[in-house]
């Protein structure tokens, strides 16, 4: 948990899930600059595709995404997952699932081959024909599947999970109960993005932003249309939140989602907070980002966290979302399993 980057504003993900992080230990002595004397050095393999687990490259209809089916006979509980506004595909997480018995399909929604190469407005129906892959997979176990995203793939999740059927199960990991950052469409139905204010943002001497303050309240006049009807939706939903986290403020949404859900006469949400976490909760022992480059803002952005409670945070909200997807999605409890 205490990795650093070299350079300023880096942040450690896994591009090619087909072969390990590779680790170099080093024993030094004393603190000084440079090191006295190298004393003991080993290197340390971190693989992420299980032995027997298939990658599967999907390009069906217009689906820019991969699937990966556990080993052995399914069929699996499904979830399809969403990362957030960098776009691209990131595989990790639903590949670190599936080895945990789950199908998983990672789903590109912009800035990959031939989808849109800026986030200015999404369709549903994009996401609602992965939905459709995923139900009719013979190795995807019915009547529906989970939803997983973090931040906008948050409240893509939760717009999903609001207006297509075939959902079991959501959980968002400091994700939004708004529309934010680009115009949601689907049938006749438009939700705005919520507003913001750029001279809410703090910018720290060193350059980097503060946008925790940025956005308009969904609750508050013409930005109440950005609040995305998750009383609709027809399944449980479990809210991973940063207490920490500076991208926005994710438990005041977790919170205000519960209200509306039991206001409706809605199942109350599972909501886990974990004090001194930050924005970008990832599977265990990926290193905290404090901050780095933002592509909507332009610049780099602080993340929130403290690097061990960040850490342990990853720990326990990795087993809370294994357990809740198996508990939705397959009925049984989930047995005690490792920590990756």
Known sequence: ????????????????????????????????????????????????????????????????????????????????????????????????????????????????????????????????????????????????IGLLGISKGGDLCTSMASFLKGITATALINGSVANVGAVLRYKDITIPPLGFNLKRIKVSKSGIADIVDALNNPLEGPNQQSFIPLEKAECRFLFIVGQDDHNWKSEFFAVEGSKRLQANGKEKPEIVCYPGAGHYIEPPFFPMCAASMHLLVGKPVKWGGEPKAHCEAQVDAWQQIQAFFHKHLTGKPSGTSSKL
């Open 1 to 144: 948990w205490a990795l650093q980057p070299q350079k300023p504003f880096w942040r450690l993900v896994k591009r090619d899930v087909q072969s390990p992080f590779l680790l170099q230990l080093e024993v030094l002595e004393g603190h000084e600059e440079p090191p006295e004397r190298l004393l003991a050095q080993a290197q340390h393999e971190r693989a992420f595709l299980r032995d027997g687990v298939w990658r599967v490259p999907v390009r069906e209809g217009r689906i820019r995404a991969t699937l990966f089916l556990p080993p052995g006979n399914g069929p699996f509980p499904g979830i399809i997952d969403l990362y957030g506004t960098g776009g691209g595909l990131p595989e990790y997480r639903a590949c670190l699932l599936a080895n945990h018995g789950f199908a998983v399909l990672a789903l590109a929604y912009y800035g990959y081959e031939d989808l849109p190469k800026e986030m200015k407005e999404f369709h549903l129906e994009y996401f609602e024909e992965a939905v459709s892959y995923m139900l009719q997979h013979t190795q995807v176990k019915g009547p529906g």
